[in-house]
């Protein structure tokens, strides 16, 4: 048997702090921004077993946070005898905690199941469990009008939670699963609803909420910038390094796009091939504009670089100047400047000219270092006096001189 929370607090809170009432005077009817054109937004469910935890969940069911609970059940329920098994429902509200009766209730048999989501006609969405179901039995869907009457519209696999995002309702399963609601119709019936299973989790939920439940519409908002890898100048043939940085500044998740205008660049250089990646979403080039868009969670980030190599020789105004420009609602530059790039180009004669070293030897030609060392000089070792014994006994006849014999002559 369960004994399911009830009495959930129906609450929104405007702008002071206090909770609004709309409708018939005196009748606790809660008003909010219509929801079918919100933005899609996290959801948040409290799960079960020996390691409860805090979940934030994206519209599609993919985790983007976890934090620990210290115990597993964190709907807010009471009853005026203390018991978990009432059709009654209260209204808390959340500046004083002062709680009032509210003056609609669940039929006699069921109790709730879970959370109140007011839709975006005006009614308000709850789910009900009959008093002695089982493990696995279906939830009641319950519409509460204006005028506090009550209708039953249909049934859903068993929930202990449910969640407004960009106007669709959400149900946690006692099973883990996470349902979609695909038709929220206003007829009275006790027929299934059709739902589709957005993820399945394997965790017993006990709880949810969103952001738009408490009668928010929050507005998709994130920024962008733009840096290059040097400030300049930067000579005919260098490569430089461009990056974009998108953040999601809002609660909700958005579809983020920018355009980079790369008309001023391209006279000067060329994109280097392959060089374009994008951490998350899809960037393309597509003529003189490097385009890109993603869906960003809340405090999400992309980060997109590409490379331009500068003409050799260079033939454009020797400034390499572009801007990038959101292109999604709610996109705005981060700061003023940051989203403008200007990279100057250097004269030729400003070029550096290669060092002499680098040229190559004749093929040839030796190094240096390939010759004979030095031979360090030897003195001459003394003559020595020259006699007639160099001529084998012969007298020594010096030409011209008297005495020479006559065939030295």
């Given at each position: 048997?369960?004994?399911?929370?009830?009495?959930?607090?129906?609450?929104?809170?405007?702008s002071g702090g206090a909770a609004v009432a709309a409708g018939?005077?005196?009748?606790?009817?809660?008003?909010?921004?219509?929801?079918?054109?919100?933005?899609?937004?996290?959801?948040?469910?409290?799960?079960?077993?020996?390691?409860?935890?805090?979940?934030?969940?994206?519209?599609?069911?993919?985790?983007?946070?976890?934090?620990?609970?210290?115990?597993?059940?964190?709907?807010?329920?009471?009853?005026?005898?203390?018991?978990?098994?009432?059709?009654?429902?209260?209204?808390?509200?959340?500046?004083?905690?002062?709680?009032?009766?509210?003056?609609?209730?669940?039929?006699?048999?069921?109790?709730?199941?879970?959370?109140?989501?007011?839709?975006?006609?005006?009614?308000?969405?709850?789910?009900?469990?009959?008093?002695?179901?089982?493990?696995?039995?279906?939830?009641?869907?319950?519409?509460?009008?204006?005028?506090?009457?009550?209708?039953?519209?249909?049934?859903?696999?068993?929930?202990?939670?449910?969640?407004?995002?960009?106007?669709?309702?959400?149900?946690?399963?006692?099973?883990?699963?996470?349902?979609?609601?695909?038709?929220?119709?206003?007829?009275?019936?006790?027929?299934?609803?059709?739902?589709?299973?957005?993820?399945?989790?394997?965790?017993?939920?006990?709880?949810?909420?969103?952001?738009?439940?408490?009668?928010?519409?929050?507005?998709?908002?994130?920024?962008?910038?733009?840096?290059?890898?040097?400030?300049?100048?930067?000579?005919?043939?260098?490569?430089?390094?461009?990056?974009?940085?998108v953040v999601n500044t809002s609660t909700v998740t958005v579809?983020?796009?920018?355009?980079?205008?790369?008309?001023?660049?391209?006279?000067?250089?060329?994109?280097?091939?392959?060089?374009?990646?994008?951490?998350?979403?899809?960037?393309?080039?597509?003529?003189?504009?490097?385009?890109?868009?993603?869906?960003?969670?809340?405090?999400?980030?992309?980060?997109?670089?590409?490379?331009?190599?500068?003409?050799?020789?260079?033939?454009?105004?020797?400034?390499?100047?572009?801007?990038?420009?959101?292109?999604?609602?709610?996109?705005?530059?981060?700061?003023?400047?940051?989203?403008?790039?200007?990279?100057?180009?250097?004269?030729?004669?400003?070029?550096?000219?290669?060092?002499?070293?680098?040229?190559?030897?004749?093929?040839?030609?030796?190094?240096?270092?390939?010759?004979?060392?030095?031979?360090?000089?030897?003195?001459?070792?003394?003559?020595?006096?020259?006699?007639?014994?160099?001529?084998?006994?012969?007298?020594?006849?010096?030409p011209g001189v008297p005495g020479l014999p006559a065939r030295?002559?």
């Open positions: 048997m369960l004994g399911a929370a009830v009495a959930l607090a129906l609450a929104v809170t405007a018939p005077a005196g009748s606790g009817q809660l008003t909010r921004a219509a929801l079918a054109e919100c933005p899609p937004g996290p959801v948040w469910a409290n799960t079960g077993g020996a390691d409860p935890q805090l979940v934030q969940y994206g519209p599609d069911g993919d985790v983007l946070s976890s934090a620990p609970l210290a115990r597993d059940y964190g709907d807010i329920a009471f009853s005026p005898d203390g018991s978990f098994v009432s059709a009654q429902v209260f209204l808390i509200d959340p500046a004083t905690g002062v709680s009032s009766l509210y003056p609609a209730s669940f039929p006699a048999g069921f109790v709730s199941a879970g959370d109140f989501l007011t839709l975006d006609d005006g009614d308000v969405l709850a789910f009900a469990t009959a008093a002695g179901s089982a493990a696995g039995d279906p939830s009641a869907v319950f519409r509460v009008h204006p005028d506090n009457t009550v209708t039953q519209i249909g049934t859903v696999p068993q929930v202990f939670g449910g969640a407004l995002s960009g106007g669709s309702v959400y149900g946690f399963g006692s099973d883990g699963d996470i349902y979609r609601l695909t038709d929220v119709p206003t007829e009275a019936s006790t027929a299934p609803l059709p739902v589709t299973v957005v993820e399945a989790t394997g965790n017993g939920f006990y709880g949810a909420t969103a952001v738009q439940d408490a009668g928010e519409c929050p507005e998709p908002a994130y920024t962008v910038e733009k840096s290059a890898s040097s400030a300049g100048p930067v000579n005919a043939g260098d490569t430089l390094t461009y990056t974009v940085t579809n983020a796009g920018f355009t980079d205008d790369l008309a001023g660049v391209l006279d000067d250089g060329q994109v280097v091939p392959g060089s374009v990646t994008a951490s998350t979403g899809t960037a393309a080039l597509t003529g003189t504009s490097l385009n890109w868009s993603g869906v960003l969670a809340p405090e999400g980030t992309a980060t997109v670089t590409y490379q331009v190599r500068v003409d050799d020789p260079v033939t454009g105004d020797r400034v390499l100047r572009n801007t990038v420009t959101p292109t999604s609602e709610g996109g705005t530059c981060v700061a003023e400047g940051r989203c403008a790039v200007e990279v100057p180009v250097a004269d030729d004669c400003d070029k550096p000219h290669k060092p002499h070293g680098n040229h190559k030897p004749h093929e040839n030609q030796k190094p240096h270092g390939a010759h004979n060392p030095y031979t360090p000089f030897k003195p001459f070792k003394p003559f020595k006096p020259l006699s007639g014994d160099l001529f084998a006994g012969k007298p020594l006849a010096v030295n002559r």
